[in-house]
């Protein structure tokens, strides 16, 4: 059994500019799975940069409320929805809420930091 806290875990800001902390990812050699795994947080006023991911993407809201873009579609997402972002497409979120928007994103295959590309402003 392997059991991480994400408390324990030092976050890193990724290339969309939230931080992360990474709770499974194979390349850490402690898992061996298809997906990675991490916690995400996004401050008060605040958005990620627009960027494309080579992965799909999973978002599961845990706290806060955000506006989620994808390509040209926004929809609003509180505590409990689950979204599905394409690989490939054009997506960012933006904190609607008064306080620290967090949430999971499970990428697949395993989330890497070449495979996570910013749109031209």
């Not at 916690?39 to 845990?62: D, G, K, M, P, S």
């Not at 955000?66 to 960012?92: K, S, Y």
Request: proline share 5%; aromatic share 6%.
């Amino acid at each position: 059994m392997l059991i991480k806290r994400a408390a324990e875990i030092a976050g890193f800001i990724a290339n969309d500019g939230c931080l992360i902390r990474e709770l499974l990812h194979p390349a850490h050699g402690d898992c061996e799975l298809d997906y990675s795994l991490a916690l995400a947080e996004v401050a008060v006023n605040a958005a990620t940069y627009r960027h494309r991911l080579a992965q799909a993407e999973v978002y599961f809201i845990l706290k806060g409320e955000g506006d989620l873009h994808v390509d040209e579609q926004i929809t609003r997402l509180r505590p409990g929805d689950t979204a599905l972002i394409p690989a490939q497409a054009e997506q960012w979120i933006e904190n609607r809420s008064d306080e620290v928007l967090q949430f999971l994103a499970i990428c697949n295959p395993p989330w890497r930091a070449e495979d996570d590309l910013r749109s031209p402003d």
